[in-house]
């Protein structure tokens, strides 16, 4: 049963803060419908109310919580009861994980979890109706922290249980990011479904300060107090989040990319990826490996 919607159609998660919040709202100001997904559906109704007052657009609020997968297929389930179409596919939700280590409801890791294998499998419930309705663009919302894991993923610890380190789990969660894109854009290639990531540059929102309800499953570790306090030392002024935000908006809308895919973009502008990012064949090994760890919990 779907709702009538004949408008475009952007889903963005994690729309209910930061860069996810100003996505939705600059992507309803030009017209798309916008579905935006919160974990907690309280934070989620004050952003859309909000969004909507700033626009005069209607947005639609579902849940999605990417730690969970049952909430994923549940989520993914409700669009393609509701959506005949979807336009815009941006994968914004993230987090970094902050001086302590949890485990989604799964048992991954909760950067490599949230971030990447979360958005891993809703792409794949989601892809049939993103290339039945092309054209369509998937933004996904990596971060040039990804080059503090210089050496790539460590496959034999994908979930960091040996060793954990903020930064370095994080970074790792954003070259995932890089690697999804650039096999998924080879893959759909020819389907009129785009495939880009982007780094937003230093961005003041809420990212790095984890949530209570993570904490509640959090084992907090010692942090490299000094690595972290190197990295942040020099961090040009942050930007707004609707700043931020451009570059979001820009791939999921720009005219002069509608045909361009699989390109990584530092804010508006493509980027040389470094040679270990650029590796296609670390890529493929992460996407089988992803695809295995999402066989391991079968929808019931
Ligand atoms: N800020 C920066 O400088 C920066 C730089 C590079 C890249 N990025 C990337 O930008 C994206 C947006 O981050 P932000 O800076 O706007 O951070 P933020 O203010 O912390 O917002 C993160 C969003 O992700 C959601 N999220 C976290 N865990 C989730 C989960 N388990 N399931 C569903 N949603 C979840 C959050 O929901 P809750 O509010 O419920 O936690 C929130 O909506 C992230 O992918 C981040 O890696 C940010």
Redesign the pocket.
């Known amino acids: 049963m779907n709702n009538g919607v004949t408008q475009p159609v952007a889903i963005v ?10 996505t939705a709202l600059g992507l309803a100001e030009r017209g798309l419908r916008v579905v935006a ?4 559906p309280e ?2 109704a004050t ?1 859309v109310a909000e969004i909507e007052r700033r626009t005069g657009k209607t947005v639609d609020l579902l849940p ?5 997968f049952v ?1 994923i297929r549940e989520f993914a389930a409700t669009v393609l009861d509701r959506y005949p179409r979807i336009d815009v596919l941006v ?6 994980p902050g001086g302590h280590r949890w485990e ?1 409801q799964e048992g991954f890791e ?1 950067a490599f ?3 990447h294998l ?1 958005p891993f499998l809703l792409t794949s419930l989601l892809r049939e109706r993103i290339i039945a309705r092309a054209p369509a663009r998937i933004v996904i ?5 990804y080059r503090a894991a210089p050496d790539g993923l460590c496959f034999d610890d994908l979930q960091h249980r040996e060793r954990f380190h903020s930064l370095q789990v ?1 970074a790792e ?2 070259l995932a ?1 890089l690697y999804f894109m650039q096999i998924l854009a080879r893959q759909l290639a020819g389907s009129g479904v785009t495939v880009n990531a982007l ?11 984890p ?1 209570e ?2 904490l509640a499953h959090a084992v907090t570790v010692p942090r490299d107090n000094a690595a972290s306090n190197a990295a942040l030392a020099n961090l040009p002024e ?2 707004t ?1 609707a700043r ?1 935000a451009v570059p979001s908006i820009t791939l999921a809308t720009s005219p002069e990319l509608a045909t361009t895919t699989g390109v990584y973009f530092e804010r508006t502008k493509p980027a040389t990826l470094t040679p270990v990012a650029a590796d296609l064949g670390l890529a493929q090994r992460l996407w089988d490996e992803s695809e295995r760890l999402v066989a391991l919990h079968p929808a019931h």
């Open positions: 998660t994690g729309a209910n803060t930061g860069i996810g919040l100003e997904t919160a974990r907690d934070r989620g952003a999605l919580d990417l730690a969970s909430s994968h914004n939700a993230g987090l970094a989604t909760a979890g949230v971030n979360g919302v990596s971060s040039g922290a994080y969660s954003k990011n780094n937003p540059g230093y961005v003041a929102t809420q990212l790095g300060q949530r309800a993570d942050p930007l989040a931020g």
